[in-house]
């Protein structure tokens, strides 16, 4: 992935046509090394091909796929189980904020107004 994410910098960088030695050359900017074999077989594969071009035929493929939608199973299960209980109310006395109130550690008999 990170000769993948090189290649892409500098092709966003304006090189049209990165080569090994490009690619290293990031790399070792960030202090990663350079896995041969690895890059060898990136610029094979992308070898005669625009960035643009794999872009558009990867969104293609992407566009086929079908994902599951996993909130629907739950609440398909949640359903037939009709006699479950129902979600307690809460109190009267709990704050508005609920839980977030306390996020930054103050609660509301704390207070900032230190002017009275």
């Known amino acids: 992935m990170r000769h993948v994410a090189a290649y892409l910098l500098l092709v966003l960088g304006g090189n049209a046509a990165p080569t090994?030695?490009?690619v290293k050359g990031v790399l070792a900017a960030a202090d990663i090394e350079a896995d041969q074999a690895q890059l060898d077989r990136l610029l094979a594969s992308l070898e005669g091909k625009s960035v643009d071009e794999i872009i558009e035929a990867g969104k293609a493929k992407l566009a086929k796929m079908t994902v599951a939608a996993g909130p629907a199973a739950g609440a398909g299960a949640a359903?037939?189980?009709g006699?479950?209980?129902?979600a307690a109310e809460p109190s009267s006395s709990s704050s508005a904020g609920g839980?977030?109130?306390?996020?930054f550690g103050g609660s509301d008999s704390d207070s900032d107004d230190s002017s009275s």
């Open 83 to 86: 006699d479950a209980p129902a």
């Open 99 to 103: 839980a977030a109130a306390d996020l």
């Open 20 to 22: 090994a030695d490009d």
């Open 79 to 81: 359903a037939a189980a």
